[in-house]
């Protein structure tokens, strides 16, 4: 039948046969040409995200759906990783992350599983998956991926926001013992600039503040290293700590929600 200027299909079990009856490799190819070409237009990432892990057929495409886990069609599964997805997921994940959190957890996972070790581009992208799983909530699966990450990371910048991430976590899960090892570990690291420094002693300020409610000490801590630290991020940290002690980040908040 005629929908615009367009052609569409009277029963939406009818388009859904048919597209399923498609062979996988024609369908993925289909959708990743739609996918490049929004791109190319200047699309939003939900919408050329949507056209990798499409949502159910019967549901309005032009709507940038946002799946629930296990309900994606899965366009990328079991085929091999075109070279312009990842180059585009590179770029767009950390939007899509706060657009589309379900969709870019699914993408970043699919991407990763075909991806070579030896590829340079890995760590960014796991460094996202570790973010949008933060933010969903699911902490366990964030420490998990925030762990083999920085087993394997050197970039400072990096490992900071990981280490931050992976301990509040932690912390999420009511160990705060561990989440205070956590960020020693991360202060540990080599060449963290000062600003990175500061982010992680504000998350240690804000955990021993939950553990004791001293600010005083919490504000010693966040002011070392010649306390040009006590200004800025960690300054911000303490203010949160001490604004209402032993209160943390709501559900789905990200660092820069404390920090900023």
Same mark, same amino acid.
Do not use: K
């Given at each position: 039948?005629?929908?615009?200027?367009?052609? #569409? &299909? +009277?029963?939406?079990?009818?388009?859904?046969?048919?597209?399923?009856?498609?062979?996988?490799? =024609?369908?993925?190819?289909?959708?990743?040409?739609?996918? +490049?070409?929004?791109?190319?237009? #200047?699309?939003?990432?939900?919408?050329?995200?949507?056209?990798?892990?499409?949502?159910?057929?019967?549901?309005? +495409?032009?709507?940038?759906? *946002?799946?629930?886990? %296990?309900?994606?069609?899965?366009?990328?599964? %079991?085929?091999?990783?075109?070279?312009?997805?990842?180059?585009?997921?590179?770029?767009?994940?950390?939007?899509?992350?706060?657009?589309?959190?379900?969709?870019?957890?699914?993408?970043?996972? $699919?991407?990763? !599983?075909?991806?070579? %070790?030896?590829?340079?581009?890995? $760590? #960014?992208?796991?460094?996202?998956?570790?973010?949008?799983? &933060?933010?969903?909530?699911?902490?366990?699966?964030?420490?998990?991926?925030?762990?083999?990450?920085?087993?394997? *990371?050197? *970039?400072?910048?990096?490992?900071?926001?990981?280490?931050?991430?992976?301990?509040?976590?932690?912390?999420?899960?009511?160990?705060?013992?561990?989440?205070?090892?956590?960020?020693?570990? %991360?202060?540990?690291?080599?060449?963290?600039?000062?600003?990175? +420094?500061?982010?992680?002693?504000?998350?240690? $300020?804000?955990?021993?503040?939950?553990?004791?409610?001293?600010? *005083?000490?919490?504000?010693?801590? $966040?002011?070392?290293?010649? #306390?040009?630290?006590?200004?800025?991020?960690?300054?911000?940290?303490?203010?949160?700590?001490?604004?209402?002690? !032993?209160? =943390?980040?709501?559900?789905?908040?990200?660092?820069?929600? =404390?920090?900023?």
């Amino acid at each position: 039948m005629e929908a615009g200027v367009r052609l #569409g &299909f +009277r029963h939406g079990l009818i388009r859904q046969a048919l597209y399923e009856g498609m062979p996988a490799g =024609l369908r993925a190819a289909l959708h990743v040409r739609a996918a +490049r070409m929004l791109a190319g237009a #200047g699309a939003a990432p939900e919408r050329v995200a949507a056209q990798l892990i499409p949502a159910e057929l019967d549901q309005d +495409r032009t709507a940038a759906p *946002d799946p629930m886990p %296990g309900r994606e069609t899965g366009v990328l599964a %079991g085929l091999p990783v075109d070279e312009w997805v990842v180059a585009w997921l590179a770029e767009a994940a950390p939007v899509l992350i706060y657009r589309a959190p379900q969709v870019a957890v699914e993408l970043l996972r $699919a991407v990763l !599983g075909q991806l070579p %070790g030896s590829d340079l581009r890995r $760590a #960014g992208l796991e460094a996202n998956l570790v973010a949008v799983l &933060f933010r969903l909530g699911l902490y366990e699966d964030a420490e998990r991926a925030g762990v083999r990450l920085l087993a394997g *990371d050197s *970039d400072p910048q990096r490992v900071a926001d990981t280490a931050w991430l992976v301990a509040y976590a932690m912390l999420r899960t009511d160990r705060s013992a561990e989440a205070i090892a956590q960020v020693t570990q %991360g202060l540990a690291r080599p060449g963290l600039s000062e600003s990175c +420094r500061a982010r992680l002693r504000a998350l240690h $300020a804000i955990i021993l503040n939950r553990q004791t409610g001293e600010v *005083d000490r919490t504000e010693v801590i $966040a002011r070392a290293d010649g #306390g040009r630290a006590g200004r800025g991020p960690a300054r911000r940290g303490i203010c949160a700590a001490r604004a209402r002690p !032993g209160q =943390l980040l709501p559900a789905g908040a990200g660092r820069d929600a =404390l920090l900023h």
